[in-house]
């Protein structure tokens, strides 16, 4: 333990404050200050020429692991219709699936400012991004102990899959049919089932767990020992790298998914489905297996970081202190230098001196201390519904492509991860260009929120209108004007013995029809005609058909297809717009609390994003797509995954809760300029007694006036 000595007089230089510093402040200004556990100053060990105490290494470090990071809990989002039609998933449960791993991360979160200052910190982010990696292979679990994919499941298992099962049998000739639903559900194949799902829970909360102290951890590592002037690029290069993250995601996703899912136990007589059949399912495991990988190899380097390091060589003070001290030494005019410590150091100050109990009862009334701020409060509500549309668009968006364009999985995610991610990425630095150019003050701010809130809701009117109605499915859904399907022969399929729960669509060209299986055509005959490395299914002698067919394999192609391009441009640039308010709406975060509450102010906001957007959003949005279906799949007793939706419906409901977001985020940051423009004119009546302070822009320095941290 240090001695303590008598305190010091340090010149601030144009500040013009002298205010009081103890020795163990100076040694943390130096960065000499000793840690618990050690017995001498880590000092002469830092100065070593070793790549571990260089904090540039450790900002190129953490961008990499949260790039890797990021990548593997976006990944399941690239491929959340894949792993549905693989576990006959709901929507709602893969929704559920998605949000799962905000749970572990936000019941640890708020204790991170606990225990930032007790803790080996490159340590502790090194373990939580094991448990990353240790979650990923753990995603990876249900495809190893699932039995192989079997896209028809009427065909024995020593009979090549689509062959006779799905065709027109006699009743006579053909055995009874045995629904799924029925006693050929094993308990086994239910218990199987259960476990994989439960697996995937598992994992997610995993991750969760996991990715707790990476970001707060390393932003808190970086900004304590890197240079005051150099602290702000090295974090703006953190963020920059990181945002790359769900792109890759989505690309991987979109690599992954060309390859089927068992190419690592293909059947013997191969496949003969394509990447365009609404049957095939992709390799999503293996993009879990990838990143995996690639976190556990980024996790490496932080178990030989250092807990302290000395700051850069042309590092003078360590600003964050000196601020501390300086606005300490403000204040201090009015209280006793006993009590001013206790009521001046916010939450994230005092938790190191605080026990968990004590750190559990002062929480609550700072967080509702925090949230009696009008502005605080709005700009957190618009934050929220920006979230909750940024959470189901990036869950559902790429099932969406799929079903309303007739697009594959993979084309999907490339789409996504080529055109929506970059315009975010540069919505957000072009919004914090403008903050820092034009020195936006706070009633700017808030103008340049509600512009790209605005544009943002504008760019989601015409996507009301660009897509298509389902096509016609015999027996199904019929869509009015168009022309009949079964009714056109009746009995066609009488003298099938068509099994239930078979899918295995066929498409008549002439007409625009599809049927469930060829069976349900009335197809007597498959015919497979090779040409060029593929094969293309066909089937004839079909009763239900005009002229017998032949009809090809596969559903029908959608008319709309040719819309996909100017859907994802308006989407893109819609997800442009919301990114902009990002940097002006956090700097009014910062100006709408007390100095001391700054810190916890950040991290309540990250985790009512998480409780009100992150969480419930893709289990509400997974709902609403839900109530689209007109055509569900049962296995063994239970509602699985949706075969067919109601197209239409489809796009109301999904550009409906979108634009119900956007609604809010608008109208939120409507009332914040009001507020603002009200406090503005409030405060123009004491310009005599102090001119100028109430348009002080937002990135103005140490200088600024404790009334102006009231927005």
């Given at each position: 333990?240090?001695?303590?000595?008598?305190?010091?007089?340090i010149?601030?230089?144009?500040?013009?404050?002298?205010?009081?510093?103890?020795?163990k402040?100076?040694?943390?200004?130096?960065g000499?200050?000793?840690?618990?556990?050690?017995?001498?100053?880590?000092?002469?060990?830092d100065?070593?020429?070793?790549?571990f105490?260089?904090?540039?290494?450790?900002?190129?470090?953490?961008?990499?692991?949260?790039?890797?990071?990021?990548?593997?809990?976006?990944?399941?989002?690239?491929?959340?219709?894949?792993?549905?039609?693989?576990?006959?998933?709901?929507?709602?449960?893969?929704?559920?699936?998605?949000?799962?791993?905000?749970?572990?991360?936000?019941?640890?979160?708020?204790?991170?400012s606990?225990f930032?200052?007790?803790?080996?910190?490159?340590?502790?982010?090194?373990?939580?991004?094991?448990?990353?990696?240790?979650?990923?292979l753990?995603?990876t679990?249900?495809?190893?102990?699932?039995?192989?994919?079997?896209?028809?499941?009427?065909?024995?298992?020593d009979?090549?899959?689509d062959?006779?099962?799905s065709?027109?049998l006699?009743?006579?000739?053909?055995?009874?049919?045995?629904?799924?639903?029925?006693?050929?559900?094993?308990?086994?194949?239910?218990?199987?089932?259960?476990?994989?799902?439960?697996?995937?829970?598992?994992?997610?909360?995993?991750?969760?767990?996991?990715?707790?102290?990476?970001?707060?951890?390393?932003?808190?590592?970086?900004?304590?020992?890197?240079?005051?002037?150099?602290?702000?690029?090295?974090?703006?290069?953190?963020?920059?790298?990181?945002?790359?993250?769900?792109?890759?995601?989505?690309?991987?996703?979109?690599?992954?998914?060309?390859?089927?899912v068992?190419?690592?136990?293909?059947?013997?007589?191969?496949?003969?489905?394509?990447?365009?059949?609404?049957?095939?399912?992709?390799?999503w495991?293996?993009?879990?297996?990838?990143?995996?990988?690639?976190?556990?190899?980024?996790?490496?380097?932080?178990?030989?970081?250092?807990?302290?390091?000395?700051?850069?060589?042309?590092?003078?003070?360590?600003?964050?202190?000196v601020?501390?001290?300086?606005?300490?030494?403000?204040?201090?005019?009015?209280?006793?230098?006993?009590?001013?410590?206790?009521?001046?150091?916010?939450?994230?100050?005092?938790?190191?001196?605080?026990?968990?109990?004590?750190?559990?009862?002062?929480?609550?009334?700072?967080?509702?201390?925090?949230?009696?701020?009008?502005?605080?409060?709005?700009?957190?509500?618009?934050q929220?519904?920006?979230?909750?549309m940024?959470?189901?668009?990036?869950?559902?968006?790429?099932?969406?492509?799929?079903?309303?364009f007739?697009?594959?999985?993979?084309?999907?995610?490339?789409?996504?991860?080529?055109?929506?991610?970059?315009?975010?990425?540069?919505?957000?630095?072009?919004?914090?260009?403008?903050?820092k150019?034009?020195?936006?003050?706070?009633?700017?701010?808030?103008?340049?929120?509600?512009?790209?809130?605005?544009?943002?809701?504008?760019?989601?009117?015409?996507l009301?209108?660009?897509?298509?109605?389902?096509?016609?499915?015999?027996g199904?859904f019929?869509?009015?004007?168009?022309?009949?399907?079964?009714?056109?022969f009746?009995?066609?399929?009488?003298?099938?013995?068509?099994?239930?729960?078979?899918?295995?669509p066929?498409?008549?060209?002439?007409?625009?029809?599809?049927?469930?299986?060829?069976?349900?055509?009335?197809?007597?005959?498959?015919?497979?005609?090779?040409?060029?490395?593929?094969?293309?299914?066909?089937?004839?002698?079909?009763?239900?058909?005009?002229?017998?067919?032949?009809?090809?394999?596969?559903?029908?192609?959608?008319?709309?297809?040719h819309?996909?391009?100017?859907?994802?441009?308006?989407?893109?640039?819609?997800?442009?717009?919301?990114?902009?308010?990002?940097?002006?709406?956090?700097?009014?975060?910062l100006?709408?609390?007390?100095?001391?509450?700054?810190?916890?102010?950040?991290?309540?906001q990250?985790?009512?994003?998480?409780?009100?957007?992150?969480?419930?959003?893709?289990?509400?949005?997974?709902?609403?797509?839900?109530?689209?279906?007109?055509?569900?799949d049962?296995?063994?007793?239970?509602?699985?995954?949706?075969?067919?939706?109601?197209?239409?419906?489809?796009?109301?409901?999904?550009i409906?809760?979108?634009?119900?977001?956007?609604?809010?985020?608008?109208?939120?940051?409507?009332?914040?300029?009001?507020?603002?423009?009200?406090q503005?004119?409030?405060?123009?009546?004491?310009?005599?007694?102090?001119?100028?302070?109430?348009?002080q822009p937002?990135?103005?320095?140490?200088?600024?006036?404790?009334?102006?941290?009231?927005?």
């Amino acid at each position: 333990m240090e001695s303590q000595q008598p305190p010091e007089r340090i010149a601030m230089g144009p500040v013009g404050m002298e205010p009081q510093m103890t020795d163990k402040d100076t040694k943390a200004m130096m960065g000499t200050e000793d840690t618990p556990g050690d017995k001498a100053s880590p000092d002469s060990q830092d100065l070593r020429p070793s790549v571990f105490h260089s904090i540039k290494f450790f900002v190129l470090c953490h961008s990499l692991l949260q790039l890797a990071q990021l990548m593997i809990s976006g990944y399941l989002k690239s491929s959340i219709s894949t792993v549905e039609k693989r576990f006959g998933l709901s929507s709602q449960t893969s929704g559920l699936l998605a949000a799962f791993n905000e749970v572990g991360n936000t019941t640890l979160i708020v204790f991170v400012s606990y225990f930032g200052s007790r803790v080996h910190r490159p340590r502790l982010i090194g373990c939580g991004a094991i448990l990353v990696a240790l979650a990923g292979l753990l995603m990876t679990l249900p495809h190893f102990i699932s039995e192989p994919y079997h896209y028809d499941r009427t065909s024995p298992g020593d009979m090549p899959q689509d062959f006779e099962a799905s065709l027109c049998l006699t009743t006579t000739s053909a055995p009874a049919p045995t629904p799924s639903n029925g006693s050929s559900c094993s308990s086994y194949t239910e218990a199987q089932h259960l476990a994989a799902v439960g697996i995937m829970f598992m994992a997610q909360t995993l991750l969760g767990v996991g990715s707790v102290p990476i970001q707060p951890f390393g932003i808190s590592y970086i900004d304590d020992f890197a240079h005051g002037n150099n602290s702000p690029l090295y974090l703006g290069i953190l963020f920059a790298v990181t945002m790359m993250g769900p792109g890759m995601a989505y690309g991987l996703g979109g690599l992954m998914l060309r390859l089927y899912v068992d190419i690592d136990r293909m059947p013997e007589g191969g496949i003969s489905l394509t990447s365009k059949d609404p049957r095939w399912v992709g390799a999503w495991w293996l993009g879990f297996l990838i990143s995996a990988v690639a976190v556990a190899l980024a996790a490496t380097p932080y178990f030989f970081f250092p807990r302290e390091m000395a700051k850069e060589k042309d590092e003078l003070h360590f600003r964050r202190r000196v601020l501390a001290i300086v606005s300490k030494g403000k204040d201090s005019s009015e209280q006793t230098p006993e009590e001013s410590p206790k009521k001046q150091d916010g939450l994230a100050q005092i938790a190191p001196d605080l026990t968990v109990v004590q750190f559990i009862k002062v929480f609550p009334r700072v967080l509702l201390r925090t949230l009696r701020h009008p502005i605080f409060l709005l700009v957190v509500l618009s934050q929220v519904c920006v979230s909750s549309m940024v959470a189901g668009m990036a869950t559902f968006l790429p099932k969406f492509l799929e079903r309303q364009f007739s697009i594959t999985a993979s084309y999907a995610n490339m789409l996504i991860g080529c055109l929506s991610i970059p315009s975010a990425i540069v919505g957000i630095v072009v919004g914090g260009i403008l903050v820092k150019r034009l020195h936006l003050g706070p009633m700017r701010c808030s103008v340049l929120c509600l512009l790209g809130a605005l544009f943002c809701l504008l760019f989601t009117l015409p996507l009301f209108f660009m897509g298509c109605p389902t096509h016609q499915i015999a027996g199904i859904f019929h869509r009015p004007g168009s022309q009949p399907g079964l009714e056109s022969f009746p009995g066609c399929m009488e003298p099938c013995a068509c099994p239930p729960d078979d899918f295995n669509p066929v498409c008549d060209p002439s007409t625009g029809v599809e049927y469930l299986t060829p069976c349900h055509a009335g197809c007597t005959t498959r015919v497979v005609q090779e040409a060029l490395n593929k094969s293309q299914v066909f089937y004839t002698n079909c009763s239900c058909v005009a002229g017998g067919g032949p009809v090809p394999a596969g559903s029908c192609d959608s008319a709309c297809s040719h819309l996909v391009l100017p859907f994802m441009l308006l989407i893109s640039l819609g997800a442009a717009m919301a990114s902009v308010t990002h940097t002006p709406s956090f700097m009014l975060i910062l100006r709408g609390v007390k100095k001391e509450d700054k810190t916890l102010a950040v991290g309540i906001q990250f985790m009512l994003l998480r409780v009100l957007a992150w969480m419930p959003s893709p289990v509400i949005h997974g709902s609403a797509i839900d109530t689209t279906c007109v055509h569900w799949d049962w296995s063994c007793g239970r509602r699985a995954v949706c075969r067919y939706y109601d197209h239409d419906l489809l796009r109301t409901r999904f550009i409906g809760l979108q634009f119900f977001f956007k609604t809010g985020s608008l109208a939120c940051f409507a009332l914040i300029m009001a507020i603002l423009r009200q406090q503005g004119k409030e405060e123009g009546t004491k310009v005599v007694t102090c001119p100028g302070l109430q348009q002080q822009p937002l990135m103005s320095g140490p200088e600024k006036k404790p009334e102006e941290s009231r927005v």
